[in-house]
């Protein structure tokens, strides 16, 4: 496996004092292309989190973003979607917690709820049980609370309404994402973002 010495964008995210919308699309993008090129072969991840993403170095002018940990990651087809419920609790899809079958669309919640807490600094499912974190996020009971996100643009907002999506073939994926001019880097901003951590 290839070297990471840049550490995890958990770690990333915990120390870094101040945070803007464009570093979040900078961020963001790669995982997305990372995760497009798997789902166009057929391989589904399953555990998107800022744990399983490393920086290849500590360097910031030359760092890449990388995803990791393919320990969950299967095949599927259009015939054989995946059954097994897995994932880690605050970033799983609701229709692998309803024990449906499923496909791609499970990544693009994952990738939803990294970007969410890119922007503010928290998750935006969070539960000390996960009996009841379980049940919001199966009617995706989440929002924008003031004030930390009164500054949060609203291409940024509109990105992730479209990703904690409980219905998951209304969920954006990865084509849709990858026009967005937010996260092409149009429409967001430089403007130091409040946030909680």
């Known amino acids: 496996m290839e070297l990471m010495t840049g550490g995890e964008l958990f770690d990333t995210i915990m ?77 799983v899809a609701p229709e692998i917690l309803e024990q449906r079958p499923y496909g791609k669309e499970c990544d693009y919640w994952s990738i939803g709820v990294v970007l969410y807490i890119l922007l503010c600094g928290f998750p935006p499912f969070y539960e000390e049980d996960n009996m009841v974190l379980f049940e919001k996020i199966k009617h995706g009971k989440y929002d924008f609370p003031s004030p930390l996100w009164d500054s949060i643009s609203k291409d940024a907002k509109d990105i992730i309404r479209n990703l904690l999506v409980v219905d998951p073939y209304r969920r954006w994926n990865c084509e849709e994402l990858l026009r967005h001019p937010w996260i092409l880097g149009e429409t967001c901003n430089d403007k130091v973002l409040k946030r909680h951590a």
Request: glycine share 4%; proline share 5%.
């Open 15 to 91: 120390e870094k004092e101040s945070y803007t919308e464009r570093e979040a699309a900078d961020t963001i993008r790669p995982i997305i292309d990372a995760i497009n090129y798997c789902h166009s072969i057929n391989i589904i991840h399953r555990d998107i989190k800022p744990e399983n993403l490393l920086y290849s170095s500590k360097n910031p002018s030359t760092r890449m973003i990388k995803v990791s940990d393919f320990g969950l990651a299967r095949f599927i087809s259009s015939e054989t979607l995946a059954t097994t419920t897995c994932g880690t609790p605050g970033y």
